[in-house]
């Protein structure tokens, strides 16, 4: 069965840590992945996109995710974190014959104490 | 994203009750979700829409229903709401470009609360 595994379900970091959110996804085929973020009392908006080629995508506010094949993995970081980071991170993936639909993972709440 | 609104934003209702949640977007996309959002279990495909006249369930619609008045607009239904309906429930469009690619739209969300 297709299915996308987040690791962490609750972070707590300091402010200028460094960030690594774990995603796992079971799919057969070619597969699309994101990374989609809330923050608090607001809609989720997509932080970065792997669709092929480069493995290390880069999206926005610094953040970024290596798709690592191998592993089915596709792991969200960055380097030092921000107040302003304190948000909900899900990873979501799309195959080829979902005709439109993701499978999201179960999510990760991100606490950044500044 | 704006161009994807709900109403209402906040409702706290009783069980038994009917309650329609809305969803209206201004992005001129064909294919419209519903998801619902529960703590630790991340977001669930309730109904999706291709197009006016296509609706699908997703995988958790027991409960639910929908309706795809036009282009713009898409509709969830409870008809008898109960307490395990408690959640999130978040609308999401997409056009027939970004569907290949999985990319959607979410709107604000809608907090719904059976006692």
């Known amino acids: 069965a297709q299915s996308v595994s987040q690791h962490n379900h609750h972070v707590i970091l300091s402010e200028a840590a460094s960030l690594e959110l774990g995603c796992n996804y079971s799919?057969?085929?070619?597969?699309?992945l994101f990374w989609y973020v809330q923050y608090p009392g607001q809609h989720l908006q997509l932080l970065l996109k792997?669709?092929?080629?480069?493995?290390l995508v880069k999206g926005i506010k610094g953040f970024e995710a290596e798709f690592i094949k191998s592993k089915f993995s596709f792991n969200l970081r960055k380097p030092s974190v921000q107040w302003s980071d304190t948000a909900e991170y899900f990873c979501?993936?799309?195959?080829?014959?979902?005709?439109?639909?993701?499978?999201f993972g179960q999510g990760t709440t991100l606490q950044v104490k500044p | 994203d704006a161009d994807v609104t709900q109403t209402p934003r906040n409702r706290i209702t009783k069980t038994g009750k009917r309650i329609m949640l809305e969803c209206s977007q201004t992005?001129?996309?064909?294919?419209m979700y519903w998801y619902r959002q529960d703590p630790g279990l991340g977001l669930r495909l309730i109904y999706y829409?291709?197009?006016?006249?296509?609706?699908n369930k997703g995988e958790i619609s027991d409960g639910y229903s929908v309706s795809r008045q036009a282009q713009a607009k898409f509709s969830l239904s409870l008809e008898s709401a109960i307490p395990n309906q408690t959640a999130l429930y978040f609308c999401a469009t997409s056009d027939d470009h970004d569907h290949r690619d999985g990319r959607q739209y979410f709107g604000p969300g809608t907090r719904l609360t059976v006692l």
């Open positions: 992005k001129g996309h064909d294919r």
């Open positions: 799919y057969g085929g070619t597969v699309n």
């Open positions: 829409s291709f197009d006016v006249k296509d609706i």
């Open positions: 792997y669709f092929s080629g480069d493995p």
């Open positions: 979501a993936a799309h195959g080829s014959s979902n005709t439109g639909k993701l499978i």
